[in-house]
């Protein structure tokens, strides 16, 4: 997800609901089937939200030069290039982070598996009063989204810039009732994520969604504080490429992650389409897929 979408998690809603799906076909050959085979000549079909970002023309162009052709399915909505891997209309999707999918497939009883990073879209803390997190008084106060997974991530990157404690250590299902205030420095008010910017004169800083720092006169550089892309509790948020579980090892599969984390058009692309905020993982799979395995239990211990 770019730092376009770091509102639709919660219920596994959709923000742009404007384009229709965009083809329905297998991959041919080999390339669904998890073999080791040689890539040439395989068609591999990606669903993705936004087929015009930048990195995706050098991406495919980077694939072919390695005989793999990639067709782009264009979604619509978030809600649907998960189902559509699952039922095999497309081959592999990249759109998502790690805690959409682990919704996701605890919802629907599905396996998708992540096969790859991609980027993470950091969440910011700002401030119209103080320039460092080390300048807050404490007990003053910080805002924070008031829908359930922004909070959360909101809330984990408050405990990574040392301003409150999380009695779970932090998970992607945190919440105001996790906050150790005897420990934490600030207090956190929530607040509905549309006007936290517009609450910045009467607290001391806010997380704001990055729908909405641009929109309230701020830059992505105006942050004080930030994920740690190195940090675990950042790691639910990290974006991937999902694959179905059957195919977590196939070779062409594993390739084209490979030339999107490494080739340099792919990566200039990506940070342009991104406002120059996406920082690029190379993060190792088996950590991708036991964040996800946590990030789901996690989930399931909240129901």
Request: aromatic content about 6%; proline content about 5%; charged content about 25%.
């Amino acid at each position: 997800m770019s730092r376009r979408t770091t509102s639709v998690i919660a219920a596994l809603a959709a923000v742009p609901l404007f384009v229709a799906l965009a083809g329905c076909a297998t991959a041919s050959s080999e390339a669904g089937s998890g073999s080791a085979g040689s890539t040439e000549d395989e068609v591999v079909k990606i669903g993705v939200v936004g087929k015009g970002d930048e990195q995706w023309p050098a991406f495919v162009d980077a694939a072919a030069e390695e005989g793999i052709t990639v067709e782009l399915v264009d979604f619509g909505s978030y809600e649907q290039p998960n189902p559509a891997l699952t039922e095999g209309e497309i081959d592999l999707n990249q759109f998502q982070h790690i805690v959409y999918l682990a919704e996701y497939n605890n919802a629907s009883g599905a396996d998708l598996t992540p096969i790859g990073s991609t980027a993470i879209y950091p969440l910011g803390l700002y401030s119209t009063k103080y320039d460092d997190v080390k300048d807050i008084p404490k007990g003053e106060t910080v805002a924070v989204p008031d829908d359930a997974s922004n909070q959360a991530r909101a809330l984990n990157v408050l405990q990574q810039a040392g301003l409150i404690e999380l009695k779970s250590g932090g998970t992607p299902y945190s919440d105001l009732a996790d906050v150790d205030t005897d420990k934490s420095e600030v207090k956190v008010k929530a607040l509905e994520a549309a006007i936290v910017p517009t609450s910045l004169p009467d607290v001391a800083a806010a997380i704001i969604n990055n729908d909405f720092v641009e929109p309230a006169g701020l830059s992505f550089e105006d942050a004080i504080a930030q994920d740690d892309p190195e940090d675990a509790g950042a790691l639910p948020y990290v974006n991937i490429f999902a694959a179905r579980a059957e195919d977590a090892d196939n070779e062409t599969y594993l390739k084209l992650v490979e030339i999107f984390q490494t080739n340099e058009d792919v990566q200039k692309g990506l940070l342009k389409s991104s406002g120059d905020t996406a920082v690029a993982l190379q993060t190792p799979v088996e950590d991708l897929v036991a964040s996800l395995e946590k990030v789901q239990k996690d989930a399931d211990s909240k129901k």
